[in-house]
């Protein structure tokens, strides 16, 4: 059989094509949502080990210019002390006052050099205890924050290995679907589904009014809804509008809540009823 071409559907047929597409993403952000903010969390943990190291990186490569400054200066010292044993030992030779007080100078200037260079030495020494430690700071910071990522990555695992296998089939769902539906009206739908807060782009008329921002609908815009002759966006939300029989949503006709509140309602009823026969049960202890 012959694949049918999208631009040949229906409106009919685009919509109910359409809401199949959105109710395959919702379940897929449903799976995403169990991971919760995990994903965002190793990020920034991965993000902050990376910063760190770089940090170490560059405190170990400012200790190694430290190192370096002082063999230059280690070397400075050992050439300032040659020369004023040399100018020593010419002291005895002199033959006037004048090349006396040269050599006086010059020895002078020397050892203040030596003392200098001692000094730097003394403050590179410092300057690397500092950075010494800092570093061992920030590589502890870096264990803790490995830690940290190795169990959060272990969550995101078990949670994802969990949602796999079933997000996998929603996704190749979605392909198929897309494949149905004509470029520009996925493209719309797509817009309008990123603009949109809940992720829908497509919702059912839910008691007279828009399922999505819940603004009444017009007798004559509903009927035209129901009517699957053209494509109808709320003027308010901007979102596709689709009747809840096209969407194949049960809605009970004397309250007009949809099967599948009816359903949530009682399990929440159940669940508050449970809790409370609980508590009940432990202020009688």
Same mark, same amino acid.
């Given at each position: 059989?012959?694949?049918?071409?999208?631009?040949?559907?229906?409106?009919?047929?685009?919509?109910? !094509?359409?809401?199949?597409?959105? !109710?395959?993403?919702?379940?897929?952000?449903?799976?995403?949502?169990?991971?919760?903010?995990?994903?965002?969390?190793?990020? $920034?943990?991965?993000?902050?080990?990376?910063?760190?190291?770089?940090?170490?990186?560059?405190?170990?490569?400012?200790?190694?210019?430290?190192?370096?400054?002082?063999?230059?200066?280690?070397?400075?010292?050992?050439?300032?002390?040659?020369?004023?044993?040399?100018?020593?030992?010419?002291?005895?030779?002199?033959?006037? *006052?004048?090349?006396?007080?040269?050599?006086?100078?010059?020895?002078?200037?020397? !050892?203040? /050099?030596?003392?200098?260079?001692?000094?730097?030495?003394?403050?590179?020494? *410092?300057?690397?205890?500092?950075?010494?430690?800092?570093? /061992?700071?920030?590589?502890?910071?870096?264990?803790?924050?490995?830690?940290?990522?190795?169990?959060?990555? *272990?969550?995101?695992?078990?949670?994802?290995?969990?949602?796999?296998?079933?997000?996998?089939?929603? @996704?190749?769902?979605?392909?198929?679907?897309?494949?149905?539906?004509?470029?520009?009206?996925?493209?719309?739908?797509?817009?309008?589904?990123?603009?949109?807060?809940?992720?829908?782009?497509?919702?059912?008329?839910?008691?007279?009014?828009?399922?999505?921002?819940?603004?009444?609908?017009?007798?004559?815009?509903?009927?035209?809804?129901?009517?699957?002759? @053209?494509?109808?966006?709320?003027?308010?939300?901007?979102?596709?509008?689709?009747?809840?029989?096209?969407?194949?949503? @049960?809605? $009970? @006709?004397?309250?007009?809540?949809?099967?599948?509140?009816?359903?949530?309602?009682?399990?929440?009823?159940?669940?508050?009823?449970?809790?409370?026969?609980?508590?009940?049960?432990?202020?009688?202890?």
């Amino acid at each position: 059989m012959a694949k049918k071409d999208p631009s040949e559907l229906s409106v009919e047929e685009r919509l109910k !094509t359409l809401y199949q597409l959105q !109710t395959a993403l919702s379940a897929i952000d449903e799976k995403r949502l169990l991971r919760g903010e995990l994903p965002l969390e190793v990020q $920034d943990l991965e993000d902050e080990i990376e910063g760190l190291t770089t940090r170490v990186e560059k405190i170990s490569n400012e200790i190694a210019d430290y190192q370096k400054a002082i063999s230059q200066k280690k070397g400075e010292i050992a050439d300032a002390e040659a020369s004023v044993e040399r100018y020593k030992s010419q002291l005895d030779e002199v033959k006037n *006052n004048r090349e006396y007080d040269t050599l006086s100078k010059e020895i002078e200037f020397q !050892t203040l /050099e030596i003392e200098l260079c001692n000094k730097k030495i003394r403050e590179a020494n *410092n300057k690397i205890a500092d950075k010494q430690r800092e570093m /061992e700071s920030s590589e502890a910071l870096i264990a803790e924050r490995q830690s940290d990522l190795e169990v959060k990555k *272990n969550e995101l695992e078990e949670i994802m290995e969990e949602t796999r296998v079933e997000e996998e089939k929603l @996704k190749e769902q979605v392909k198929t679907l897309e494949a149905k539906i004509e470029g520009r009206l996925l493209t719309s739908f797509k817009r309008i589904r990123r603009n949109a807060r809940n992720g829908l782009g497509i919702v059912y008329v839910q008691r007279d009014a828009c399922g999505g921002c819940f603004n009444k609908i017009p007798p004559q815009r509903q009927l035209d809804i129901k009517m699957h002759k @053209k494509i109808i966006v709320c003027e308010y939300c901007g979102r596709i509008m689709i009747d809840p029989e096209l969407a194949g949503v @049960k809605i $009970d @006709k004397a309250t007009g809540v949809t099967e599948e509140k009816k359903v949530r309602a009682k399990r929440s009823i159940r669940k508050t009823s449970t809790s409370k026969k609980a508590t009940d049960a432990n202020d009688m202890e």
